[in-house]
Structures are given as C-alpha cells and as structure tokens.
C-alpha cells in the first residue's frame, strides 16, 4: 500500500461539475474541454435509477476495487492496480440534465498512466453495454 496516496479533498459534484482535471496526463473526464483529458460521457436509455444501479454492479464485477461513496446521483469509487497498489479515484456523476453519467477517472500519483484511467472508463462504458 505504498503507493496508495491520499485520497484528493477536491472530490464530489459542486455546481454541476466533478473537479477539472490536474495538468498531469494521468485524469481523464467527461466534462474536461481539452483533447488530452476529455473522454465521452457514459449514456443509458434506461430511468436513471436504473442506469446508476447497473453502474454500480458493473464497478463492482471489476477487479481491486471498493466503492467510497454513493448516493442517488453520484458514485465514487477506488481502483487500486495489481502490481504495486497505486490508487485511482473514479467518480460517476448522474447528470440528469444532459441524461448522461458524467465520469473523472484520476491517478492519485504520478505523471503518466499509460491510458490506465481512459482504459478503465472505456471498459466500464462497454460492460454497461453489455447488462441487460
């Protein structure tokens, strides 16, 4: 757990918006307007109360990962890798406005993720796909 990191005290939904990505390569988010960060939201066609319980047993199928918090629009989880237990913070956020699922995915340390973070949210984007 060397490698966990702090937890970032900037996490949640304030005005509508996750926080912006650092300027570090290592975030990625669906509400960041820069080619480098900016990563499609998640969509769905089903109610939203829906859409955020298939989210959540879909974070929780993958691998060395624990869900923070949750609550009717928001869910934060923790993705820890395998190798040497670095943390990524992934939050969901239901907007219901835009009927979408705004996502940050953000490496807790360290410059590059390889595209670990936009990996993990493309993978979750085609596992929602693939609950009925």
Request: aromatic share 6%.
């Amino acid at each position: 757990m060397i490698f966990a990191g702090k937890p970032p005290n900037n996490l949640g939904v304030k005005s509508g918006k996750l926080a912006p990505c650092p300027n570090s390569p290592n975030c990625v988010s669906s509400q960041s307007s820069d080619v480098g960060h900016s990563i499609a939201p998640l969509t769905y066609n089903s109610t939203p109360e829906q859409a955020i319980a298939k989210l959540k047993s879909v974070i929780q199928s993958l691998p060395r990962t624990k869900i923070i918090t949750e609550n009717k629009d928001y869910l934060y989880a923790e993705f820890k890798s395998a190798l040497m237990g670095f943390v990524d913070d992934v939050e969901f956020y239901l907007d219901r406005k835009a009927n979408v699922i705004q996502v940050r995915s953000a490496s807790r340390l360290g410059q590059s993720d390889l595209g670990v973070n936009r990996k993990r949210i493309e993978t979750i984007r085609t596992k929602l796909a693939e609950v009925k």
